[in-house]
């Protein structure tokens, strides 16, 4: 019984690896917007909360609105996606190995309520996107 609440001690409070993501989880009490769920206990800066929030954002060099004006109600749930994604120091047991040269870990298959999957899709289901794969084949010659 001890292995195992080791083990699952170990999947919280960690950072993981990746661009913007501070090494240790701790507080920052400065948490902006949508990201302040977190400020007693974040992987993400103040100033990591604040980009996240900017439609065009220094964080991933990414416009929400790449294809159009992209709804508010709608780019809330992107927003919030973000903030979990930087900040949250609770995403261990869904922390892989990447092999990307600007992270070495990243989430996968992290389980979201259904009630949210749905309103996501209520609040998205008329925007649009030109893009089929958000994480791949994007063209930045133009910028």
Known sequence: AATAATVRDSLLNVCMDAKHHKTAPGPEGQL????????????????????????QSYLYNFNWDHCGIMPEKCKRHFIQDTCLYECSPNLGPWIKPADSSWRKERILYVPLCLEDCEQWWEDCQNA?????NWHKGWNWTTG
Not at 128 to 132: E, L, S, Y
């Open 128 to 132: 649009a996107t030109c893009k089929v």
């Open 32 to 55: 902006y917007g949508q990201c302040t769920p977190w400020k007693d206990n974040a992987c993400c800066t103040a100033n990591t909360s604040v980009q996240a929030h900017q439609d």
